[in-house]
C-alpha cells in the first residue's frame, strides 16, 4: 500500500486562509474609506448670537479650519448675554435634546466662551456622552 503525502491539500488549505484574510481586510478596507469620506456633523454652541461682538470671528474662525465638503457645521445660539436666565437655560436644553433625539448624531461639538462651557458639563452625561467636546474662549484687543 502507497502512502499519500498531504502537503498538496496543507498548500491549498493554506491558500484558501489567505486569501480569505486578503478579502477581509479588503472589505474592512473599503468601509474605513467609505467612512473617513463621509460628512462629519460639528455642533458650534455658542454662549452668545451673532451679533455679540466677537462671535462672527468664531465663527469664520471655525469654518477657516473646516473642509466644507467633509465637515457639515450647525451652530447654536445660547443668548445668554441677553438672556441670562433659567428659564432660558432649561428652553436651549429643551431644544437641544430634541434635536438630538430626531437628527444625526453630531460627531464632535465645538463651545464658544464660558457660558456654553458651562452648559456643556452641567450636561454632558444627558447630552454629549460619547461626544468629543472642544472648548474655546475668544477675546478682543
Known amino acids: 500500500m502507497k502512502i499519500k503525502k498531504r502537503s498538496n491539500c496543507l498548500s491549498t488549505d493554506y491558500f484558501s486562509i489567505i486569501v480569505v484574510l486578503i478579502f ?3 472589505c474592512t478596507t473599503i468601509d474605513s474609506v467609505k467612512a473617513m469620506d463621509a460628512k462629519k456633523n460639528v455642533l458650534f454652541i455658542s454662549s452668545y448670537t451673532e ?3 466677537t462671535v462672527p470671528d468664531q465663527i469664520r474662525g471655525i469654518q477657516s479650519a473646516f473642509d ?3 465637515i457639515n457645521l450647525e451652530i447654536e445660539y445660547m443668548d445668554s448675554k441677553r438672556l ?3 428659564e432660558n437655560r432649561q428652553l436651549f ?3 437641544l435634546a430634541y434635536k438630538f433625539a430626531n437628527l444625526p448624531a ?3 461639538i465645538i463651545v464658544g466662551d464660558d457660558n456654553a462651557l458651562q ?3 452641567d450636561y454632558q452625561d444627558k447630552l454629549f456622552s460619547q461626544i468629543p467636546i472642544v472648548f474655546f474662549w475668544c477675546q478682543r484687543s
Open 93 to 95: 436644553y429643551d431644544t
Open 84 to 86: 441670562d436666565t433659567a
Open 68 to 70: 466644507k465638503n467633509n
Open 24 to 26: 477581509l481586510v479588503f
Open 51 to 53: 451679533s455679540f461682538m
Open 119 to 121: 452648559f456643556t458639563m
Open 106 to 108: 453630531y460627531d464632535a
